[in-house]
């Protein structure tokens, strides 16, 4: 479970093909190809927890290219994804202990 | 007089009681000055695996003399020694550094620190609306942003002289550590910060 988590952004894309049509004056053919596949940014904090570098370890390990359910818990469906890029920052005003983590999910079949 | 009791055990397993008994009387009631003297040993010894709760209960030192000398002296030197060798959990703690450090120096006044561990994706899209196949390729290795500020022309000096191609330690304050690369190091002066000169050091991760 993602501790404490803030913010999830999603953004989603589809692939699509764009062909101009000679002499054309309004528009040319356009096709939708294929799902481009969600990239979901999740972020949050580590609070209260004196293993805080443990739980950025077990988050960060879990970027190994293996394809994880993942379940947002806002009542959509939970989706397939792997884990990419991590991000961890402490600062003075929250201090070492409180650690703000953001981790990015891509979709995949 | 010298008694010696020997309990010794190799197998593996807890052990709950050893019991030894030795009793010594030693009487005496004539006049005169005795000089009595009594060694006792009792050493538990435990070297295989498992949990043992070693346990010495002794009672050493009745001595009754009731001759009609007087002046005695009773001394009751007592050495006791437990041995325990048998493998158990080690843990070793992290020793958190209470600064944020490269190598030897400590970083002056840091206000963020920001790991960042990259990896790159590649997406190979599937025709028909099925979502994409996507694979990690690589990861680089861990990139760190750290700002912070010094009013001290030496300490920038210390830090830029970081920058000097060779591999270093990072010891966040987290308790963990490894070796980068120093990137970059972006030193400001401002006059609405007088002397306070804030800076940007870039690390990345190298084996």
Redesign the interface.
Known sequence: MLPHVSAVQTVGSRIIHDRLVPSSKTFGSRSDETAGGRIITVSGQIRGDPDHVLRLEELRVRADDTARSLDLEDGSAAITAKLGPVEATWTVEEGVERPTYSATFYETS | MQAALAEADQGTGNETTVEMTASVTLSEAGSGVEVEAMAASLTVTEAPVGLDVPTIAYDLGIITDSGACSNETVTTPGTLTVTEEGKGAEFAW?TKPSATMIDALLLPH??????????T?S?K????????????VA?AGRTVEIGGWSDSQTEIDAVDALRDGLHHTFY?????SFSVLVTGFEPNASADEYDRRTYRLSLAEAN
Not at chain 2, 126 to 135: F, H
Not at chain 2, 172 to 176: E, H, I, L, V
């Open positions: 992290r840091v206000l963020s620190i920001r790991i960042s561990d990259p990896a994706m997406d899209k599937v025709q028909g609306g099925s979502l994409p196949r996507r694979k990690m990861k966040p304050q987290t308790g963990d």
